[in-house]
């Protein structure tokens, strides 16, 4: 696995492994997938899987062949074929797993995948690291010029190729673009060449990365993959407000979350009757109002009623009436078969046993101490305390007593 300290500074670069992200183990990279094989020897009479994955900047992988006599490992790495020239990444997965990557996303081992040339030396490492930091500067020149030519579209990311011959830029935008114009300027600016490449709004999401309403990292940017289409139809099903700033995400786009649950919902809701159930009573006719799937509870309101409270029916009662309803049949009321709500017994209540929620706890805590100051050797009554023999004590001379204590401490030091 990763390190154990792979948490992630303000500049977003690992803290853990001092590598800015190109640990040997490849633990720092989001889209990792764990090689439980790893370590396990290969049965005889089998050849080891020749194509390996790397990965690039962000999420960015792809499948390369190593060749016959040459070894890889994760973590090394390498000069992969690109075009044009040679690019450079980490190997991420090698082995049997690589096989069941290639078949999980659909692609084919033929004689067009590329092929790793060599493992990277220090001189490519260095051009490569040099490459790498120039993106930054890079994205912020490129926005101006793409301000300059008053285009709608979005530069997201860029992303130099590991020998700094090209230079692709990540774009979303809601039309089509002409660029030739800016891929003029983008060229003769950065001196390099230049690929436009558009993408999603889910896909820049990925590629930014971002924290979620829930707490944690965007599912986009961790461990989701494919990015399936959703509807409102997913949060009707789910009974949530149609609000669109709380069903969107970081992208604008709906919340890819609304499908993780989707399918329990639609077998939850399969049991119940459809929404426009009408039951028949001899006070009226009432409609449906809500539901509560995990309660099995359906809630009717009487239309000649619409100010009343609606009556809450357990799902078995419900299908009792309709069915009495099918026959001709009615009941008196609703209210014989509403559910009666439980009261919380009193060792579950919330009590405020030191008065820590009074809003007012704070107004007249000095007001006290003075006044317990003032009254300090007296009773309740204000007169002076009474000795042993039942004569009053007068209090003047351990007030000047405290007095001269205190007068002493002022001028001399604290004791230590």
Same mark, same amino acid.
């Given at each position: 696995m990763g390190c154990a300290s792979c948490k992630k500074g303000p500049d977003g670069k690992p803290m853990g492994c001092r590598s800015n992200g190109n640990c040997g183990n490849c633990g720092c990279d989001v889209m990792t997938v764990f090689d439980w094989l790893e370590g396990v020897p290969i049965p005889e009479g089998q050849r080891a899987f020749d194509i390996v994955e790397?990965?690039?900047?962000?999420?960015?992988?792809?499948?390369?062949?190593?060749?016959?006599?040459?070894?890889?490992?994760?973590?090394?790495?390498?000069?992969?074929?690109?075009?044009?020239?040679?690019?450079?990444?980490?190997?991420?997965l090698t082995g049997e797993l690589v096989r069941a990557q290639m078949k999980a996303k659909r692609v084919k081992d033929t004689h067009e995948i590329r092929k790793v040339v060599r493992k990277a030396d220090m001189n490519d490492i260095t051009v490569w690291q040099a490459a790498r930091n120039r993106e930054d500067d890079t994205l912020s020149k490129a926005r101006l010029i793409v301000a300059e030519h008053k285009l709608d579209m979005k530069l997201g990311d860029v992303e130099f190729q590991g020998d700094g011959t090209k230079c692709t830029f990540y774009y979303t935008a809601e039309q089509r673009v002409d660029f030739r114009e800016l891929l003029r300027a983008l060229a003769s600016a950065f001196n390099v060449r230049i690929e436009m490449r558009q993408i999603g709004a889910r896909q820049e999401s990925a590629r930014l990365g971002g924290i979620g309403?829930?707490?944690?990292? #965007?599912?986009?940017?961790?461990?989701?993959?494919?990015?399936?289409?959703?509807?409102?139809?997913?949060?009707?099903?789910?009974?949530?407000?149609?609000?669109?700033?709380?069903?969107?995400?970081?992208?604008?786009?709906?919340?890819?979350?609304?499908?993780?649950?989707?399918?329990?919902?639609?077998?939850?809701?399969?049991?119940?009757?459809?929404?426009?159930?009408? #039951?028949?009573?001899?006070k009226g006719k009432a409609g449906h109002f809500k539901t509560d799937i995990f309660g099995d509870q359906?809630?009717?309101?009487?239309?000649?009623?619409?100010?009343?409270?609606?009556?809450?029916?357990?799902?078995?009662?419900?299908?009792?009436?309709?069915?009495?309803?099918?026959?001709?049949?009615?009941?008196?009321?609703?209210?014989?078969?509403?559910? #009666?709500?439980?009261?919380?017994?009193?060792?579950? #209540?919330?009590?405020?046993?030191?008065?820590?929620d009074d809003l007012n706890r704070f107004d007249n805590k000095g007001g006290q101490r003075r006044k317990s100051g003032r009254g300090r050797g007296k009773k309740g009554n204000g007169q002076p305390r009474a000795a042993s023999d039942g004569k009053p004590q007068s209090n003047q001379n351990g007030g000047d007593k405290r007095r001269s204590k205190r007068r002493k401490g002022r001028g001399s030091a604290p004791k230590t």
């Open positions: 790397v990965r690039f900047k962000r999420n960015r992988k792809g499948f390369y062949r190593i060749g016959q006599g040459r070894r890889v490992q994760t973590g090394d790495v390498a000069v992969v074929d690109a075009v044009p020239g040679e690019d450079m990444g980490i190997v991420s309403v829930c707490g944690r990292e #965007l599912c986009c940017s961790t461990w989701l993959t494919d990015f399936r289409s959703v509807s409102t139809g997913a949060a009707r099903y789910q009974q949530l407000s149609l609000n669109p700033q709380k069903l969107a995400g970081q992208c604008g786009k709906l919340k890819c979350c609304l499908n993780f649950e989707l399918d329990q919902y639609k077998e939850a809701v399969a049991k119940f009757p459809p929404p426009s159930t009408k #039951l028949m009573t001899r359906m809630w009717f309101q009487y239309f000649d009623e619409p100010g009343a409270s609606p009556v809450p029916i357990g799902l078995e009662d419900v299908r009792n009436i309709m069915e009495m309803n099918a026959r001709g049949e009615k009941p008196d009321d609703l209210q014989k078969f509403a559910i #009666l709500e439980e009261a919380a017994p009193e060792d579950a #209540l919330y009590g405020d046993v030191v008065g820590q």
